[in-house]
């Protein structure tokens, strides 16, 4: 089965709401083994929304729509699949009376514009939406489907769930597609794919390399009949994965970089604390984020003694980082400090980059391990990539520590 997913409403083509819905759909229609070749986001215009989906129906089996289904005079998904397939909305008086009693339990006399929330088409059946007051549309006409939820992301979940699956699972068949995301730090994307390159001409599990905020994304997509077998498909090719690619792999999924950090800490029943200037605290927010139990506390230093009360700090950004690490680590008696700092980079003609210098300590002030790294990207992507190689220093040690 062919799909395309259509995200309706102006305020995206303005920049106003990113479309998180398309990109979980287009995650959710490939666990269903339905094949997503177009993602479209189109405004709230009867004319360009209703050609859109002319093309939609030429070339797809199924349209998956998120937005346009509510009460104002904006809201025209309704309107313009009725135009598509020529068909007359009328209201239903079993959702009139569902929709009059939404407002009734709430105390709210129900204003009459949102009765177009009730209409309906013939090729349509109702998808319920118990949470709202827009009802959505689930559409059957000449061997096509068309779908269309709520755009606020809460209610669509619910919809797609509960009422979109059940209908789209007898429709597609039984294949699935599983994938599992396996996250990588220390190691460039083409570096990762260089080193992966015997295990890519594999067709099922398929494999893919991508460059994301928190390091390399390596993702393995096995489709088969049932989730169960695809799992296994993944599980056989785990190994090879992890052999080629070792401790570089930090995660898979959902899994943050903090999160398995703090977890090593955890195993061990130690803490850390940071010092830091140049990532503003950032580095602290994702270990407090990890777990707070294990997290001392933080430190953010305007690279001066008076910010945070050192004496003597010196001018160069490992020591600082250094004097940084060892005093947070005294203060808040952790079992590890880290500090960070880091330097302008002067460049003719350019920007100033940034030397940006990372340092990690023991109770006792001994340093365990350092890193320095030269950025002359734009300072919010050297803060991140500073973040990630801080918390990837102690993963490190802790790795190297470990038994």
């Not at 755009?151 to 979109?164: A, I």
């Not at 995660?251 to 140049?278: H, K, P, W, Y």
């Not at 030397?355 to 950025?375: M, Y």
């Amino acid at each position: 089965m062919r799909g395309e997913i259509v995200s309706v409403g102006t305020e995206l083509l303005l920049g106003h709401i990113t479309d998180t819905n398309a990109s979980w759909l287009a995650q959710e229609l490939s666990k269903l083994g339905i094949d997503c070749y177009y993602v479209s986001q189109l405004g709230d215009n009867l004319g360009r929304l209703t050609d859109h989906l002319r093309l939609a129906w030429s070339r797809s089996d199924l349209i998956v729509m998120s937005g346009g289904v509510g009460p104002t005079e904006d809201d025209l998904t309704r309107e313009a699949i009725a135009g598509l397939l020529g068909e007359e909305m009328h209201v239903v008086p079993e959702l009139e009376a569902d929709l009059r009693r939404f407002f009734e339990r709430r105390g709210i006399q129900m204003p009459e514009r949102n009765l177009k929330q009730a209409t309906r088409i013939a090729s349509a059946r109702t998808l319920a939406n118990p949470v709202g007051t827009a009802p959505g549309w689930f559409v059957e006409r000449d061997g096509k489907v068309i779908v269309a939820m709520p755009g606020v992301p809460g209610e669509m979940f619910r919809m797609w769930e509960h009422e979109v699956v059940p209908r789209l699972q007898s429709l597609a068949g039984q294949a699935v597609i599983l994938t599992r995301t396996y996250k990588v730090i220390g190691i460039g994307e083409s570096a990762v794919e260089e080193l992966l390159r015997p295990l890519l001409a594999s067709e099922n599990p398929t494999i893919a390399t991508y460059a994301k905020n928190d390091g390399v994304h390596v993702r393995t997509s096995a489709k088969s009949t049932t989730v169960h077998e695809a799992a296994i498909i993944l599980d056989g090719m785990e190994p090879n994965v992890r052999a080629v690619l070792g401790h570089a792999i930090y995660g898979t999924d959902n899994q943050t970089l903090a999160g398995v950090t703090i977890a090593r800490l955890a195993s061990r029943g130690q803490t850390v604390a940071v010092g830091e200037e140049f990532t503003g605290g950032l580095i602290s927010s994702e270990l407090q984020e990890g777990g707070h139990d294990h997290f001392a506390g933080g430190v953010v230093s305007a690279a001066s003694a008076e910010s945070v009360g050192l004496d003597d700090v010196a001018s160069g950004a490992h020591a600082r980082a250094l004097d940084l690490a060892r005093r947070v680590a005294s203060e808040f008696g952790a079992d590890y400090g880290i500090g960070q700092a880091a330097d302008l980079a002067p460049r003719p003609n350019a920007s100033p980059g940034r030397h940006t210098h990372t340092v990690l300590v023991d109770a006792t002030g001994h340093e365990l391990a350092r890193s320095h790294r030269l950025d002359t990207t734009a300072p919010r992507i050297i803060r991140t990539r500073a973040v990630l190689n801080a918390l990837n220093l102690l993963r490190e040690h802790l790795i190297s520590t470990d038994g």
